[in-house]
């Protein structure tokens, strides 16, 4: 059984925002609606890096534990989803979730919330697969037809990774292996360059 | 039998033959004696075998199912444990931007409230709060307190009036004092159990109605609580305003708390309002503002108010709201089934004499002054009543 992760690799975003792109044209977002988005820390300075967050698919997900209505639940493949006939947009998953995955439509009056929209790893959600049904509520269901997310798919400098965490233990592992490696050593660690200063 | 069978040639063996057929005989008479006497017991015993037997597959057999899947579930977390235990590669990146002194706040080309922060460090402690304190402590006040009033009920009961009803009645509450008061008790009413439904109705409701069921619930529970609430500041307002002048602590409340309020026998005295109720007029003043701010910021998310300061401003609603509602099952206590006559102050306006002066004898003793010298006891009232503190109108 596979455990589906992201992962960025802050030495190689580019911060190019092509995920974001890919993303919303795949899923059919509407504006005002972010699944995932870069973030940079030190714009324009020494040491900038870039990181694509979104949903991370959480083990123990705080946004399924503060849930009132329980409208989470996690795949066999380790993917968090949600359930949009459930959830009634109380915004509790956007308050509990580190990285800011929970995103509102705010066309309603006062702009209170309407249903909560997140990543889904491109896997769909609770309707059945590939109807149109839930395409429009959810988006692409690219995992059942043997894709990964397309955001990670496009990634031109092969920061974003998505697919099951051995697979990307293993090319992470080398990715480190090889700047350690590497004899100009141009503080490209993780350790001497980067965000933990 | 066998052994009869069996020849021999020798003396020795035809002796050992015949000691063993006479034996034999011995003990198949034994056996056929024994048979006759134990034909009951044994029966008793095959009966009882079959009981236990029959017991035990009725014990077992139900039980198999939950057996197979406690395998299955074990087998899953085997499963489960081997794939957590496996390290996911964002594991190290993200524990250095967890780092106590790495930067988390950065820029987004996407613009949205909170988009260029890389990790919100509060939310996993208003994760805690809500799980582990809000939610169980919530529950164990309002518990406690329900408790303990239905055991002093039991204890002590009906508190009745130590005189016999005069018939005079004497005017406690006006007309705009008590509109207030059942306005707020409405309003009150409907947003804590709106409310308590949106943090106790996945443990509660789900199991009854189903997630569907309930989601329909909690979407009307949501709608009622965020359009109600906002109100709920205009009626705080309104009691702070009608009540606040008889509010103001004296040396008399520090005695009333001393005696323990009366509680444990003997007389108390009290102005118009006693230390206890004191109490809960400001409890629901500074606790209701408590709520109706942090309600603002967490309805009207238009002001760009992070997370950060919603997951506090949910903190104050939580605390206030059930500090609030377990206070409240005193007050309701108190006001209708724990003392005779209180009730009628709230609904009629008006209270009996023998009331006033068991429960509020200084207030009772201004009344009667004020009715001496015909000044007004409340400006809000109407004319006539106002006139005289102490109204003759007794039942018919």
Redesign the interface.
């Known amino acids: 059984?596979a455990?589906m992760?992201?992962?960025?690799d802050?030495e190689r975003c580019i911060?190019c925002?092509a995920c974001?792109t890919a993303c919303k044209n795949e899923n059919d977002i509407p504006w005002?609606i972010?699944r995932r988005?870069?973030?940079?820390?030190?714009?324009g300075e020494p040491g900038e890096r870039s990181?694509s967050?979104a949903c991370?698919h959480c083990?123990d997900a705080?946004c399924a534990?503060?849930?009132?209505?329980?409208?989470f639940y996690t795949t066999d493949d380790?993917v968090v989803l949600h359930?949009k006939?459930?959830?009634?947009?109380?915004?509790?998953c956007?308050?509990?979730?580190?990285?800011?995955a929970p995103?509102f439509p705010?066309s309603a009056a006062?702009?209170?919330?309407g249903k909560m929209d997140k990543c889904t790893f491109c896997a769909g959600g609770p309707e059945e697969t590939g109807s149109g049904e839930e395409y429009t509520k959810y988006g692409s269901n690219r995992l059942a037809e043997g894709k990964l997310p397309l955001c990670a798919e496009m990634c031109s400098t092969k920061a974003l990774?998505a697919g099951d965490?051995?697979v990307?233990?293993d090319?992470?592992?080398k990715r480190v292996v090889n700047r350690g490696a590497s004899v100009l050593n141009w503080g490209v660690q993780?350790k001497k360059a980067?965000?933990?200063? | 039998m066998l052994i009869t069978r069996f020849t021999g040639d020798s003396d020795s063996q035809r002796f050992r033959l015949r000691v063993t057929i006479q034996h034999e005989d011995l003990l198949d008479g034994n056996i056929k004696m024994a048979r006759v006497n134990n034909k009951k017991s044994d029966r008793v015993r095959k009966t009882l075998f079959f009981c236990v037997l029959s017991l035990l597959i009725v014990v077992t057999v139900p039980l198999v199912p939950y057996a197979i899947d406690a395998q299955a579930v074990a087998e899953k977390q085997i499963k489960a444990d081997n794939v957590v235990a496996l390290p996911n590669p964002a594991i190290n990146l993200w524990n250095e931007v967890r780092q106590r002194n790495a930067i988390t706040e950065g820029s987004s080309q996407v613009k949205s409230v909170d988009s260029g922060i890389l990790i919100n460090k509060a939310g996993e402690d208003w994760r805690r709060f809500r799980m582990e304190i809000l939610v169980p402590y919530g529950a164990f006040s309002m518990a406690a307190v329900l408790l303990s009033l239905i055991a002093f009920f039991l204890l002590r009961g009906k508190m009745l009036l130590p005189e016999a009803r005069s018939g005079k009645r004497i005017l406690r509450f006006t007309l705009n004092q008590r509109t207030a008061h059942w306005f707020i008790v409405g309003l009150f009413w409907l947003l804590a159990i709106t409310g308590l439904i949106l943090l106790y109705g996945r443990i509660i409701l789900i199991p009854l109605l189903g997630a569907e069921g309930f989601s329909i619930t909690a979407t009307a529970c949501k709608d009622v609580h965020n359009l109600m609430g906002p109100l709920f500041l205009f009626a705080v307002l309104a009691m702070f305003l009608l009540f606040v002048k008889d509010n103001f602590f004296t040396g008399a409340d520090l005695k009333w708390l001393a005696k323990g309020g009366g509680m444990f026998g003997g007389h108390v005295s009290a102005g118009r309002f006693n230390a206890g109720e004191k109490i809960w007029f400001w409890l629901l003043i500074i606790f209701g503002l408590s709520l109706c701010i942090s309600g603002l910021i967490l309805v009207f998310s238009i002001f760009g108010q992070g997370r950060e300061v919603m997951a506090l401003s949910h903190m104050f609603h939580g605390i206030s709201a059930l500090l609030l509602i377990s206070v409240s099952f005193g007050h309701i206590y108190l006001g209708t089934v724990g003392m005779e006559g209180t009730l009628e102050s709230m609904t009629t306006g008006y209270v009996d004499e023998s009331w006033a002066k068991a429960h509020h004898d200084l207030w009772y003793e201004d009344m009667a002054g004020a009715s001496e010298t015909t000044e007004s006891a409340d400006k809000n009232s109407q004319a006539g009543i106002v006139a005289s503190g102490i109204a003759n109108t007794s039942h018919k």
Request: glycine share 8%.
């Open positions: 059984m455990r992760k992201f992962y960025c802050a911060e925002n974001i005002g972010n988005r870069v973030v940079t820390i030190r714009d990181l967050v991370m083990s705080p534990a503060v849930c009132p209505v329980d409208c380790g359930d006939d459930i959830c009634i947009g109380c915004g509790y956007f308050y509990a979730c580190p990285f800011g995103q705010s006062f702009s209170s919330r990774l965490a051995n990307l233990s090319i992470y592992r993780y980067g965000i933990d200063s």
